[in-house]
């Protein structure tokens, strides 16, 4: 049998470190505040210069240096961001260029936080389907630049950083096992960019206003959040006749840790078994999980035939799970 192989991981995060007390000059907040509701310390911030496929980029090559594979032998890019470069074109073409892989097609995912494991679903399915043999995925954001920095309720929580994975289809019993993606439209205004966009068009009064920052209703999101991750993860343990003590590793979408200790305490997950970074990072939306495997990977918590479970949830709302045998 064949399966999509993760053979390299890659990640980068931006220099600059913004810390809670930095926050505290800011907005009316503090270190004590931000720590007991979500766990964050710290987060990056990319420098003016630095865009989402810069971003994407380097994570792409630390990716790609790791599997020994040059940039041309990739088949597809998918790229999961909510902060392109641009409206159009899709800032996965930005990153094909960059890297050089010129035989690949390249397209970006809009799923917000669940970004990565939209694209990794996307992208697993075309190797499946016999249409390629190499995948780069990518989750890559700039959110720095769609956050209102005035507003205390969400510019706490956000950060920049890109994460990247190599993918194989190889023969064996490794690989990805199963992804399970959902969405539901209804919740959008609990969780969304309005522009600036078509809808939302850039005129000199919301510019003025700067309406087109990043809106959420934080309560309502955190239940639903967590009631999703879990429904999803055991949605993927459940599809391939498997329980959570069989899992070496739960990596969640890197939220907040609040909501990632209710969604492991419902999976009867132990601590051993989460790997959280979002005190280092914050919420880096659809980059948060490829960071996370990258240094995990790194770390040498991921060995063959280790089972690592993935679940994100975001705007749309999106939320989706992989269940992949490493
Ligand atoms: N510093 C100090 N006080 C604050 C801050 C802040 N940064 N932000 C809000 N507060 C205040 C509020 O104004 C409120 O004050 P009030 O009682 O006087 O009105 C009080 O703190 C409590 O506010 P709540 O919103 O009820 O606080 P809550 O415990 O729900 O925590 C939080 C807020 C952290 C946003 C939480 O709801 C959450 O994490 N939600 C999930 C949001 C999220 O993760 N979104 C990311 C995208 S989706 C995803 O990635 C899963």
């Known amino acids: 049998m064949k399966r999509v192989r993760v053979i390299g991981t890659g990640s980068y995060l931006p220099e600059k470190i913004l810390t809670n007390s930095d926050l505290e000059k800011m907005v009316d907040t503090s270190d004590e505040w931000i720590v007991a509701r979500t766990g964050i310390e710290r987060r ?26 040059s940039a041309d032998e990739i088949d597809v890019i998918v790229l999961g961001t909510i902060t392109g470069d641009y409206p159009w074109p899709a800032t996965a073409c930005v990153v094909q260029h960059n890297i050089g892989a010129t035989n690949a097609y390249a397209y970006d995912i809009s799923a917000a936080c669940s970004g990565f494991v939209y694209a990794l679903s996307n992208a697993v399915d075309y190797l ?6 190499k995948a780069l995925v990518i989750g890559s954001e700039v959110l720095s630049r769609v956050i209102d920095w005035t507003d205390r309720n969400t510019c706490v929580l956000f950060g920049d950083g890109a994460g990247a994975v190599v993918l194989d289809l190889q023969d064996g019993d490794s690989g990805v096992l199963s992804s399970h993606l959902h969405s539901d439209g209804s919740y ?4 969304y960019q309005p522009g600036f966009s078509t809808r939302h068009m850039a005129t000199p009064e919301a510019i003025a206003a700067k309406t087109n920052t990043l809106k959420m209703q934080g309560n309502e999101v955190f ?29 969640p979408h ?15 997950l132990t601590d051993e078994q989460c790997f959280i970074n979002v005190q280092d990072y914050g919420n880096t939306s659809g980059a948060t999980i490829p960071i996370a495997m990258d240094e995990a990977n790194r770390q040498g918590l991921l060995q063959e035939g280790d089972l690592v479970l993935m679940a994100a949830f975001g705007g749309g709302f999106t939320w989706g799970s992989s269940l992949l045998r490493w």
């Open 44 to 69: 990056r911030i990319a420098a003016d210069n630095e865009n989402t496929s810069d971003l994407a980029t380097k994570a792409a090559q630390r990716a790609l240096e790791m599997a020994g594979v």
């Open 128 to 133: 499946q389907a016999g249409r390629g043999q």
């Open 188 to 191: 959008l205004e609990l969780l």
């Open 223 to 251: 239940k639903v959040a967590v009631r999703s991750l879990t429904d999803v993860s055991k949605e993927a343990l459940a599809a391939n006749q498997l329980t959570s003590e069989d899992v070496k590793l739960f990596i």
């Open 254 to 268: 890197q939220a907040n840790r609040r909501i990632l200790e209710a969604t492991a305490k419902r999976l009867k």
